[in-house]
Nanobody, 121 residues
């Protein structure tokens, strides 16, 4: 059993900052790539940022230079620092983790419950 628990969403004015956290729990598993996705009303879920277990990162063009993804492998936690927020960043943000179970050759994807981020103009 693997659980992802997110925190840190909320309401902020344009230009402000928020920091999201996502802690993964599960015994005997390896947490590989982790990522943040978001879904705005009426839109498809999209990748915001991803980070490998080794720390390699990639970002959506729309957030480059404003958002920073990081992780603490000892805590199985991924963070998303969001600066210079814009109203178009308003969405439900979901944490994603790719988990490797013992004796398995493929990762299984897990999702958090989502956290609302609202940016007012």
């Amino acid at each position: 059993q693997v659980n992802l628990v997110e925190s840190g969403g909320g309401l902020v004015q344009a230009g402000g900052s928020l920091r999201l956290s996502c802690a993964a729990s599960g015994s005997g598993v390896r947490i590989n790539d982790m990522a943040w996705y978001r879904q705005a009303p009426g839109k498809q879920r999209e990748l915001v940022a991803a980070i490998s277990s080794g720390g390699s990162t990639n970002y959506a063009d729309s957030v480059k230079g404003r958002f920073t993804i990081s992780r603490d492998n000892a805590k199985s936690t991924v963070y998303l620092q969001m600066n210079s927020l814009k109203p178009e960043d308003t969405a439900v943000y979901y944490c994603n983790a790719r988990v490797r179970f013992p004796y398995h050759v493929l990762d299984n994807p897990y999702w958090g419950q989502g956290t609302q981020v609202t940016v007012s103009s």
